[in-house]
């Protein structure tokens, strides 16, 4: 079976998105002073937790397509609404957005300049072409709501907002992207060699019996605490640690400790190795940008010990990689499931 590492990286990440589609023919607007600017799409950026209120902050950007991030720097031309919400969950709800200079829960906090003179809250912007001052549309947001609810099989955002003066009205349905900034709840530790790395909650791919009949085979994903992801979904910065593992269990491993090894067993840690461009088994990457990270495959006597205790699964680790790093370590929380067994 062939399988590129980078479609099994977009099938982790599809779970940090809302499950929707959209046509490619509609296009959407926002309208401002009786004129019309076209949006292409929608990213939510997670950057800060409220412990002593429970609520996450988000902002919310409904962009043209010319428009692009970096984190939270835009560049580009055309227009973007961006909505500073206040939500008690780590991923966007359903429900009616309201502004609220207190920051409640389903908030939008409105726009203003603060005693440092930076921007905070809510605007609309226009950057035109020319890029010249008088040509730049920019307002904040002073009132009005934001529904967000379902139509269909997609997710639909009903716009009705006001600068305090004029409107500022649109649609839009689809998909959005969901970036993080801020660090995930730590539910494990690992130890690679002298490092150590805080793991948050995990995925689960199960793959079913793709290298034996009798046997599903599964793939755990650990992630640091500090992962970081570029707007296209690539690894930007963090630890990936890439557990495959065999087992006769069907929608979950069984409990017990997984030796390695090369052959396609019950109970057994398929050792790491590189087949063309494709990476296999069980291996980490430690990456500090995009484009440059530290591999090491677990090649050497190694075991993993599973235990559930209900939703949650308690996972221990004592490996050896190809370059002498002992890995050893613990994870207690449930996965983010994936099922990719093919279904007749």
């Known amino acids: 079976m062939k399988r590129n590492l980078s479609i099994v990286f977009l099938l982790i990440f599809a779970l940090l998105f809302v499950a929707c589609k959209k046509n490619k023919d509609e296009v959407y607007y926002i309208k401002f002073k009786d004129k019309s600017y076209a949006i292409e799409s929608a990213r939510a950026l997670r950057k800060s937790y409220d412990s002593s209120e429970k609520l996450y902050e988000f902002d919310l950007f409904f962009k043209g397509k010319q428009i692009s991030f970096n984190m939270d720097l835009v560049s580009g031309q055309g227009a973007y609404?961006?909505?500073?919400?206040?939500?008690?969950?780590a991923?966007?709800?359903?429900?009616?957005?309201?502004?609220?200079?207190?920051?409640?829960?389903?908030?939008?906090?409105?726009?203003k300049t603060n005693e440092e003179g930076k921007i905070v809250g809510s605007f609309f912007k226009f950057i035109p072409l020319s890029k010249t001052d008088l040509d730049t549309i920019f307002t904040y947001i002073k009132s009005g709501y934001v529904n967000v609810y379902q139509d269909g099989d997609a997710w639909r955002y009903d716009i009705k907002l006001s600068d305090g003066k004029d409107s500022i009205t649109g649609t839009y349905k689809g998909d959005y992207f969901l970036q993080?900034?801020?660090?995930?709840?730590?539910?494990?530790?690992?130890?690679?060699?002298?490092?150590t790395y805080n793991l948050q909650r995990g995925d689960m791919m199960l793959w079913g019996n793709i290298f034996s009949e009798n046997l599903n085979y599964y793939e755990l994903f650990f992630y640091s605490t500090n992962m970081r992801y570029s707007e296209k979904g690539k690894f930007q910065k963090g630890l990936v640690f890439v557990v495959g593992l065999h087992s006769t269990g069907s929608d979950f491993p069984s409990d017990g400790t997984y030796t390695l090894s090369r052959d396609y067993q019950n109970f057994t840690v398929l050792?790491?190795?590189?087949?063309g461009s494709i990476d296999w088994g069980t291996y980490w990457y430690d990456y500090s940008s995009a484009t440059v990270s530290t591999k090491a495959f677990v090649l050497k006597n190694s075991s993993i010990t599973i235990q559930r205790e209900g939703e949650k699964m308690l996972v221990n680790f004592d490996c050896t990689d190809q370059l002498g790093n002992e890995i050893k370590g613990e994870y207690k929380a449930d996965f983010r499931k994936i099922d990719l067994r093919k279904t007749e």
């Open 180 to 195: 993080n900034d801020i660090d995930g709840v730590k539910v494990g530790e690992v130890f690679i060699g002298d490092s």
């Open 271 to 275: 050792a790491g190795r590189k087949e």
């Open 91 to 111: 991923a966007l709800k359903k429900g009616v957005y309201s502004i609220d200079e207190q920051g409640k829960n389903f908030s939008i906090i409105p726009g």
């Open 81 to 89: 609404l961006k909505l500073d919400l206040k939500i008690d969950s």
